[in-house]
């Protein structure tokens, strides 16, 4: 619930999904209605799906119990390492560290490492780090220990050095210059890329939608006939051949991925046809509803509610 959410959003989602489903049993057992509705409103739904297969699977295969070591973890469905590393060490104390941009940039400070993020670099901190984390009841304290050091005093900027409880050893601050780590990563200008899209309506006030797959790019979510190129023309050009007819322009947008820069170009079309192969007529009122690409998703109700959708 946490990707991409502040936790003050998340506080009354969290609760209400506890007090409806707290547990593994009640959580594998519920409707996938129940489980989305829950869930309305943080966007990501796979995170939704996934967490409820991770559920079933802990239910079938474990019993009920989901397993404490780091290894197993990441056998589960939507568990990447580095969950698992802050499972296993969090919840159930085995000495794992999962490293994240903070941990990553105390540590880095605290030796003045300045190689680039690597799986060398994390195996190093590892190394550095597994005599504290092997105390008893130590990983679960270490953890969050370095996580909130992290987020609150070895900041990206203006680390707060005086307050710090690793003051004393820090190599980055004994030589003054704390931010140069850990070492940047160079970035790689993003590529512009044009997504042409059309909001093809019925007369029965329904658009044409399909969902995407559940891998890639917004996986799960639902989206209206789409087409990508690296030229606008071109982009526009591969939609009208998609749809069979030239639809309306409407004023395009900008709106990037990490490394491309993305002008989204919409349009409209009046469209009396069956629906396009793979998608289907879902109703305006519905289509409002589903977990439909962010950012088109936004387009839609702008234009729903100015009443743009209808064509001329
Ligand atoms: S002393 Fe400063 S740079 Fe070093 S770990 Fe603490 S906050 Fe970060």
Redo the contacts with the bound molecule.
């Keep these: 619930m946490l990707q991409q959410t502040q936790v003050v959003t998340v506080v009354p989602y969290f609760e209400r999904w506890l007090r409806e489903l707290p547990g593994w049993r009640e959580l594998a057992r519920a409707s996938e209605e129940q489980v989305l509705r829950l869930w309305e409103g943080l966007g990501y739904y796979h995170r939704a799906r996934r967490l409820q297969l991770l559920a079933q699977t802990v239910m079938e295969r474990f019993g009920g119990e989901i397993p404490s070591s780091r290894e197993e973890l990441e056998k589960l469905p939507g568990l990447g390492p580095y969950t698992a590393a802050a499972v296993a060490a969090i919840a159930f104390n085995q000495p794992e560290l999962p490293i994240d941009g903070n941990i990553r940039r105390?540590l880095a400070?605290?030796g003045a490492d300045g190689a680039k993020a690597s799986r060398a670099q994390d195996e190093h901190f590892r190394q550095l780090v597994a005599p504290e984390l092997r105390a008893p009841d130590r990983p679960r304290q270490l953890v969050q220990a370095l996580m909130e050091l992290g987020a609150l005093?070895?900041k990206p900027r203006q680390?707060?050095?005086r307050a710090?409880p690793?003051?004393q050893n820090?190599r980055?601050?004994a030589q003054g210059h704390?931010e140069r780590y850990p070492a940047k990563k160079v970035a790689l200008a993003p590529r512009p890329l044009h997504i042409s899209f059309c909001w093809a309506v019925n007369d029965d006030s329904c658009v044409l939608l399909r969902q995407r797959p559940e891998k890639g790019r917004f996986p799960g979510h639902f989206e209206p006939p789409l087409v990508e190129a690296p030229g606008a023309r071109e982009s526009q050009n591969l939609l009208a051949e998609l749809l069979g007819s030239q639809p309306r322009t409407l004023a395009p947008f900008r709106r990037d991925f990490t490394t491309y820069r993305v002008t989204w170009h919409p349009h409209v079309l009046e469209f009396s046809g069956g629906p396009l192969d793979g998608y289907e007529w879902v109703f305006l009122e519905l289509a409002l509803k589903l977990n439909l690409v962010p950012v088109l998703a936004r387009h839609l109700r702008e234009l729903a509610a100015s009443r743009r959708l209808q064509s001329r």
């Design positions: 105390v400070r605290f005093v070895c680390p707060e050095c710090c690793l003051r820090c980055a601050l704390p």
